[in-house]
């Protein structure tokens, strides 16, 4: 039971670190990364459609984006869902292709983004602390129910802890990683 109690924890866990991971990809460090316009949807036939199933996305250097569709009647699609979203990056239409250039970000504008990232790990650590207070509730219920003894509640809690420290870690770190790559310019 404790054992299947510790894997559940730790898959709980894991999939807020995959969310955290996620959520911070889509604040923009000043650079050109794919992951910025990866969420973009592109009006496609009636249907939205995501832009890199529509177009080739590559970046030629680290302020900009090329964005080559696959079909030249979609370029207007893919231009109006640009300006749709919430990017803040005027798109540069050629003809054949979309250029969008990534503005440099203001030190205000970087203070801002820093605290919204703190933000969003303080959250990610408050999803994993209510992984493991889950997970003792179900320890102290087995306890009480008789399932377990004192020593093996003990010493399951002590396993949920050591997980939850791991993932705390693991949350930090990648906020850490995040606010340096927004600091530096």
Same mark, same amino acid.
């Given at each position: 039971?404790?054992?299947?109690?510790?894997?559940?924890?730790?898959?709980?866990? *894991?999939k +807020?670190?995959?969310? $955290?991971?996620?959520?911070? =990809?889509?604040?923009? @460090?000043?650079?050109? /990364?794919?992951? %910025?316009?990866?969420?973009? #949807?592109?009006? &496609? &036939?009636? @249907?939205? @459609?995501?832009?890199?199933?529509?177009?080739?996305?590559?970046c030629?250097?680290? #302020?900009?984006? $090329?964005?080559?569709?696959?079909?030249?009647?979609? $370029? #207007?699609?893919?231009?109006?869902?640009i300006? =749709?979203?919430?990017?803040?990056?005027?798109? /540069?239409?050629?003809?054949?292709v979309?250029?969008?250039?990534?503005?440099? %970000?203001?030190?205000?504008?970087?203070? *801002?983004?820093?605290k919204?990232?703190? #933000?969003? +790990?303080e *959250? !990610?650590?408050?999803? +994993?602390?209510? !992984?493991?207070?889950?997970?003792?509730d179900?320890?102290? =219920?087995? %306890?009480?129910?008789?399932?377990?003894?004192?020593?093996? /509640? =003990?010493?399951?809690m002590?396993?949920? /802890?050591?997980?939850?420290?791991?993932?705390?870690?693991?949350?930090?770190?990648?906020?850490?990683?995040?606010?340096?790559?927004? $600091?530096? %310019?």
């Amino acid at each position: 039971m404790s054992e299947e109690l510790k894997k559940e924890t730790q898959q709980k866990m *894991e999939k +807020v670190v995959n969310a $955290l991971t996620a959520e911070l =990809k889509k604040v923009r @460090t000043g650079r050109a /990364q794919l992951s %910025l316009i990866d969420n973009i #949807k592109v009006d &496609y &036939y009636g @249907t939205p @459609t995501p832009l890199n199933q529509v177009a080739a996305l590559s970046c030629p250097d680290a #302020k900009s984006f $090329l964005i080559s569709p696959w079909e030249p009647s979609v $370029l #207007k699609n893919i231009e109006a869902a640009i300006i =749709k979203s919430d990017l803040g990056m005027t798109p /540069q239409n050629d003809g054949k292709v979309i250029r969008l250039r990534v503005p440099d %970000l203001t030190e205000e504008r970087r203070k *801002e983004l820093v605290k919204s990232i703190k #933000k969003t +790990v303080e *959250e !990610a650590r408050v999803s +994993v602390r209510m !992984a493991r207070r889950e997970a003792n509730d179900a320890l102290k =219920k087995a %306890l009480k129910e008789k399932l377990i003894s004192e020593d093996e /509640q =003990k010493r399951w809690m002590d396993e949920i /802890q050591k997980l939850t420290d791991e993932f705390i870690k693991k949350i930090d770190h990648l906020g850490e990683e995040k606010e340096k790559d927004l $600091l530096t %310019l």
